[in-house]
Every structure is written in structure tokens, then in C-alpha cells.
């Protein structure tokens, strides 16, 4: 990917992280979080060690990157800021699917 679309998708990667944020929380704390206070909110361990190996935690702003990337790949005609976190779901639910042996 060249920079430009990687640029593309590092901007919606807190768009994506604040929305996934909101539905975490009741409506009135959802006003609150905003994109200059997500970063706080976010858990701080970005890897989980299962089956003895290392894997990104979901929602990790590098796992957001990397599914955005993945969802760009496969459809390269649709602009990247009209990805969502219901895209993002969606991609998750397929790779589970796909691999139920984890």
C-alpha cells in the first residue's frame, strides 16, 4: 500500500476506536468520549499469549490498522473513510468462521 492510503487509514482508525468505545459504555459516558480522550480508555495490553503464541488484542489500534488494511485490499474501489465498525465486525465474524480452531 502506498503512504497516501496508509495515511487515509491511520485517520480512521480512532473514528473506529471511538465508536467501538461508545458502545461499550451507558449514553451518558458515551457523550464524553471523544477523540482527544479515547487513547486513556483503551486497555493497555495490545497482546494476548493463548496456544503459545502472541496475537493482537481486538480493538488495539494496531488490530484496527490491520483489518482496515484487510478490508481496503479487498475492496480497493470503495473509499476508505466509509469503513465502519460494523465493517470491522463483520470482518471479525468471517475470520471466525474461517478459523474455529482457535
Known amino acids: ?3 497516501k492510503t496508509i495515511k ?4 480512521q482508525v480512532p473514528l473506529i476506536l471511538v465508536a467501538w468505545l461508545r458502545t461499550l459504555v451507558s449514553e451518558e459516558e458515551a457523550k464524553m468520549i471523544t ?4 487513547k486513556e480508555l483503551l486497555p493497555d495490553q495490545t497482546h494476548v499469549f493463548s496456544n503459545n503464541k502472541f496475537f493482537l488484542s481486538t480493538f488495539s489500534p494496531r488490530w484496527v490498522r490491520k483489518k ?3 478490508l ?9 473513510n466509509s ?3 460494523e465493517d470491522i465486525k463483520a470482518e471479525m465474524q468471517t475470520w471466525k468462521m474461517i478459523n474455529r480452531d482457535f
Open 68 to 70: 482496515l488494511k484487510g
Open 72 to 80: 481496503v485490499a479487498t475492496n480497493p474501489n470503495r473509499p476508505i
Open 8 to 11: 487515509q487509514i491511520n485517520k
Open 83 to 85: 469503513f465502519t465498525l
Open 35 to 38: 477523540l482527544n480522550n479515547y
Open 1 to 3: 500500500m502506498n503512504r
